[in-house]
């Protein structure tokens, strides 16, 4: 039997995370209700109404404003960023976590040190190098500057290669594997759970990138989901049911990407102390 | 004894790991063919292709009808329309301009086509179309692109003058006529002051219920005081706003919101543009003073009867601010010919007349405004308002080299002004100090 002060602090630890789970899921629950709404509801209604009657207008406009060519071109630099991420990072941080040379460290630790550098800093320069490079407005300058790794996921990778046992990488040096075998048959497949928290972080991130594809991209050739759905806003009206289908559609495919990697996600924490 | 079987076959078979690294390869191969396909070109062969940029996704629906007609009567060129958020227009399209990838044609307004024009990176249009083209265009807003003596744009749209929404039921409740709207007066002087004293019986609750829109809102709310104060905001390229109408106005403004509490609290205003019209369209504000740049939504969505009454005078008169947008070439297109042939069509009746039809906005060529009377005639609404007030004097919508950055500076201080938290005064010379040196930058 639960003591009586057992039970209050429960429903003390209860009320807060309650409260916690209300103030992290009401945006997304409001946006959803809101992409239902009709314009004329929420102009004239409150906030808190529930679609009367609910409606898929809002989602039918977004196919007439080119919204499904900005899902394909994100989703097109996603993939492509994720697996030049994935490829490079793997052989970076094999190389600074297992191989031999002279500076590995000094090398490491400055590549490390451009994680101190806030992105925003280095948007002009990357500008300014795709503008005279003829890249402006291409889709190779949406993805060269992420697709040869990054230094959060060379670390990330490093960290975790290092406590692979060496025995393992020994025996099968033993048996003959060179350097690609080792990281193909060894490494890979027992850093599973970090590389799919990787690849999911990855995705999320280019995901919602905003800032490079606003900058160096113009016109709706190479519009992505962010900058598309900013566009929807007008000088003089928000557009706001637009805007929650929207961001309703792009949160779609993050959310099943979670669920479907959820377990080796929790893995990879519980295994690398992630936080 | 036996051969060794297969031996061959297995030293020619690749290796797990070099498939592996095949697999990679063709993948990245695969996705960024994909990506060449979607990047094809659909422009058939011998066909000029010119683009139009602009912010508004209303008008861009005009437009593509607009253009169709444009392509039938020039089968060689095809114009297409890119829509782009007015969050974020002006800062693309000074990079785009500065990168060579801007379209051939864009939206420019007032505030922000100075130092295009200065740089000349804009089609000189008087040039272009001929000395008598802009005689067919609405004269404030060609005078408003007209700098140096030359004229950068073609007049598209303008936003008319400022006038009052009003909420007939709103009204009778507080058994005010609407007749006495158009002849209201604010002052600071409370015995000449017929607005303030009408504001106190629409105000309903105060907390629920407002009588009026008072807020930091440039075209639709101060200038047209700063205006009827007498006053100025801007000359020149700098800002002036520093003067004692403008205070005089600045202040009538802040005491509605803040004292007299008729209008929603600067809290609710200062970052959400959408707010007022909402609160009048649910019913909840008597009077909303805004331009025809509302009209479309206010007559969607109200489910009150409603009607259009002169804005109030202020001390020197009925002043209203006019704003205007036009469609600025671009001086680097690689096609200046095709260019010039839409720019042509953009600034004729036929062309323009497009804009007029669904009511969303008013054409900027004369001719073509007809279109938008009779639309809105044929729905009942009375738009005189909005063009009477023009008879008068006008302040007119600022701009120049450096408005962007000066108006983004002076924001802070009259976000606070507005709020109550800074004495008007004190708020209006920090903010002149911000923006003209934000500007000069």
């Known amino acids: ?84 991420q994935l490829t490079f990072s793997v052989l970076a941080a094999y190389a600074f976590a297992r191989l031999t040379f002279r500076g590995r460290d000094a090398i490491f630790w400055v590549y490390i040190a451009t994680l101190m550098v806030p992105p925003t800093v280095t948007i002009v320069p990357l500008y300014l190098m795709m503008a005279q490079a003829g890249l402006r407005n291409t889709f190779w300058a949406l993805v060269l500057p992420f697709v040869f790794g990054s230094p959060y996921a060379i670390f990330l990778l490093r960290e975790y290669f290092r406590t692979i046992p060496p025995d393992l990488i020994n025996a099968a040096r033993l048996d003959g594997a060179s350097t690609l075998d080792v990281l193909v048959h060894v490494v890979v497949p027992v850093s599973k759970p970090i590389l799919v928290t990787l690849a999911l972080i990855t995705v999320v991130s280019q995901w919602n990138n905003f800032m490079w594809p606003l900058v160096i991209t113009s016109g709706p050739k190479w519009r992505v989901l962010t900058v598309a759905t900013a566009g929807l806003q007008s000088q003089y009206n928000g557009q706001w ?34 936080k | 004894m036996t051969a060794l079987p297969d031996l061959p076959n297995r030293r020619t078979r690749p290796k797990f790991s070099t498939l592996v690294v095949l697999s990679l390869a063709v993948a990245m191969a695969l996705l960024l063919t994909l990506a060449v396909v979607l990047g094809r070109e659909s422009e058939p062969p011998g066909l000029t292709v010119v683009t139009v940029r602009l912010w508004d996704q209303q008008v861009a629906a005009a437009y593509r009808r607009s ?16 829509v782009v958020a007015y969050a974020t227009y002006f800062d693309t399209l000074r990079t785009d301009v500065a990168g060579g990838s801007a379209d051939d044609i864009f939206w420019i307004n007032n505030a922000y086509f100075a130092p295009y024009a200065d740089s000349r990176r804009l089609v000189d249009v008087t040039s272009a179309l001929g000395p008598h083209a802009p005689a067919a265009w609405e004269p404030s807003v060609v005078g408003q692109f007209t700098r140096d003596h030359r004229l950068w744009g073609v007049p598209q749209l303008t936003d008319a003058g400022i006038a009052l929404y009003y909420n007939v039921d709103l009204l009778s409740a507080a058994g005010v006529d609407p007749a006495v709207l158009d002849s209201l007066r604010w002052s600071s002087d409370d015995t000449v002051d017929t607005f303030r004293p009408l504001l106190f019986r629409l105000a309903g609750d105060r907390t629920r219920q407002w009588a009026y829109n008072a807020a930091n809102d440039l075209q639709g709310i101060y200038l047209n005081y700063i205006g009827s104060a007498g006053g100025v905001f801007s000359a020149g390229d700098r800002f002036v706003f520093d003067n004692p109408q403008a205070a005089e106005a600045f202040r009538y403004l802040v005491r509605l919101i803040n004292v007299d509490r008729v209008a929603p609290p600067a809290s609710a205003t200062n970052d959400n543009g959408d707010f007022s019209r909402n609160m009048f369209l649910q019913g909840r504000m008597a009077l909303f003073q805004s331009g025809t740049y509302n009209l479309a939504a206010v007559a969607a969505n109200a489910s009150f009867r409603w009607g259009v009454a002169l804005l109030p005078a202020g001390p020197v008169g009925r002043v209203s601010v006019t704003n205007g947008i036009a469609a600025a070439g671009n001086s680097a297109s690689p096609h200046p010919a095709a260019v010039r042939d839409v720019l042509a069509w953009m600034g004729s009746a036929d062309g323009n007349a497009y804009l007029g039809a669904g009511g969303a906005a008013v054409p900027a060529v004369l001719a073509a405004q007809r279109t938008y009377f009779d639309y809105w005639a044929a729905k009942g609404v009375d738009v005189a308002s909005f063009f009477y007030v023009l008879r008068g004097p006008r302040i007119s919508a600022p701009g120049g080299a450096g408005f962007a950055a000066g108006f983004d500076a002076l924001k802070p201080y009259f976000d606070e002004m507005f709020l109550g938290r800074l004495d008007v005064a004190q708020a209006l010379a920090q903010a002149q100090t911000a923006a003209n040196a934000a500007a000069k930058r």
């Open chain 1, 241 to 274: 049911t637009l805007v929650m289908a929207a961001t309703t559609v792009a949160i779609v495919p993050l959310i099943v990407a979670f669920v479907a990697f959820q377990r080796h996600i929790v893995r990879s924490i519980v295994v690398t102390g992630l």
């Open chain 2, 67 to 82: 253009f169709d007609a444009f392509t039938r009567r020039h089968p060689g060129i095809e114009v297409r329309v890119n």
């Open chain 1, 1 to 84: 039997m639960t003591s009586p002060s057992r039970a209050a602090s429960d429903a003390a630890i209860y009320s807060m995370l309650g409260v916690g789970a209300i103030i992290t899921l009401a945006p997304f629950v409001f946006g959803v209700v809101t992409s239902f709404t009709s314009a004329r509801q929420f102009a004239t209604g409150t906030p808190l109404q529930m679609p009367d009657p609910p409606t898929v207008a809002n989602y039918t406009g977004l196919a007439e404003v080119g919204f499904g060519r900005a899902i394909a071109v994100t989703a097109l630099m996603t993939a492509v960023i994720v697996l030049g």
